[in-house]
């Protein structure tokens, strides 16, 4: 009986000693000072041969870990191996998604270091998992998007969204984004714009696609017309001093065989004001 | 043809009486519990984890029954000399191990079948989708197991159970990394190759060092 209550005394103690001990450790402040977790991770080869076939779940199983592990943004040093980190993600499994995407995120927002750096790693990111999903154009329009609102880089927006365009299965809307901000950056000759707008509502099928790609598609032809047009009553009001009212005066002066009409076949106006064309879309929308 | 149809089936119903077929209940648990506790975890798409998840354990838990039923199968035959029962009778050894392999592939395809039904079955509900992909994965899987059950019948008639079983793990190891331990070939070869041309300059170095310290041409060619 002694034996047994001392056998249970030691186990207790032990015990204690071990939850004091545990907790006396837990109490040291812990610094992950230069992200050491990530020194120990293995190369992408060493993944695949671990998984033993399952490269998707070993993907899957480090994109979470991942997730939690730069939820915290209070050290900067374990930014260093970000882009380490998902290169060996979608080394794993080229064709996730969301490691793309999340990844690009967490490089594009955060603080420390050299932006300029960070932009580049984010391209690098992307430009891979749009070369390895050539059968996804959602990839390239996210990536594109992120290149618009968060990097600030609309030529690189504008390269995305091409891409994203150019795939298929790419909705209409994709496309007429790529044309609008292609227009917007002036990233083209106003030929190539109207040829890319009458390709768009071309292949549009619903209503509302076709009309809002031919409301692109006048404002490529007037920016056409008024290049012609404007430097003619530019010119009149410099010899004449006044600006005519009206495309019809032009006609009877000789100058014009014929009032000028828009893409829908309506008359240009002129704004007297500023001496300039004035063009009045209207489309039907019902 | 008879012979081998009766073996199958027996061997068949005595895995069940095994009550193997209740992995597949532990199976649809772990998913459920994993597509809850990953669906938290991950940022986006819940599904591929779940896809992904629910394919690595179908792989794994029919690979653990293709395993340890064909070696433990035969062996308790030979153990419990019930074999020679069956031998006795006009049975050919070949009868036999075609009847047990195709009995324990039953076992296997049963057992694969429920858990990819529990798998479509969480894909439906959890994320109102049906993967046809799934299935042609199992397919996959029922072929892969195929082969693996064929090597543990063959390895449970050589040996002991143990080794049988470290065996037939071992084939499936190495019938994973086969190509990997292929690149790796390569990938040594080249590393050979240069550490070989490595050498070479560091041993003409000495040599072309005394030619220019005498005045002489310099080898560009081994040096370079």
Known sequence: ?286 | MRAVAAIARNTFREALRDRVLYLFLGFAVLLLVCSKLFGLLTVGDEGKVIKDFGLAGIQLFTMLIAVMMSVLLISREVDSRTVYNILAKPVRRWQFLIGKYLGLLATVAVNLALMTAVLLLVTVVYLREFDAGLLFAAAMTLLEMALLTAFATLFAVLTRPMLGTVFTLAVFVIGHVAEDIWLLTQHVERHRATAGRRALCGAAQPRALQLQGRGGARPGGLLG
């Open chain 1, 1 to 286: 009986m002694s034996r047994r209550l001392a056998t249970l005394a030691a186990v207790l103690a032990l015990g204690s000693i071990m939850v004091v001990s545990g907790l006396g450790l837990q109490a040291i402040p812990k610094q992950d000072v230069l992200g050491k977790q990530l020194l120990y991770l293995p190369t992408p080869e060493i993944l695949k041969l671990a998984s033993l076939g399952n490269q998707g779940l070993m993907a899957d199983l480090l994109y979470m870990w991942s997730i939690q592990y730069y939820s915290q943004f209070s050290l900067d040093e374990k930014f260093l191996y970000l882009e380490t980190v998902f290169n060996l993600v979608t080394d794993l499994d080229p064709r996730y998604f969301d490691a793309y995407r999340i990844g690009a995120l967490i490089m594009s927002l955060q603080k420390s270091g050299d932006p300029a750096q960070h932009k580049a790693a984010v391209v690098r990111l992307y430009d891979k998992g749009i070369a390895n999903m050539p059968g996804s154009w959602e990839l390239a329009e996210v990536a594109a998007w992120d290149a618009h609102l968060v990097l600030n880089d609309q030529e690189l927006a504008v390269r995305w969204m091409k891409t994203a365009a150019e795939r298929s299965g790419a909705p209409p809307e994709v496309k007429r984004v790529y044309g609008r901000w292609r227009d917007n950056i002036h990233g083209w000759t106003i030929d190539d714009s109207i040829a890319y707008w009458e390709g768009v509502v071309a292949e549009a099928t619903r209503k509302a696609d076709i009309n809002l790609a031919t409301s692109h598609l006048y404002d490529s032809y007037a920016t056409l017309h008024r290049r012609s047009l404007d430097p003619l009553l530019a010119s009149i009001r410099q010899r004449t001093g006044q600006c005519p009212e009206s495309w019809q005066e032009l006609v009877e002066q000789g100058l014009l065989a014929e009032v000028p009409l828009d893409h829908l076949g309506n008359p240009y106006g002129v704004d007297p004001s500023t001496c300039t064309l004035v063009a009045r879309k209207r489309i039907r929308w019902d």
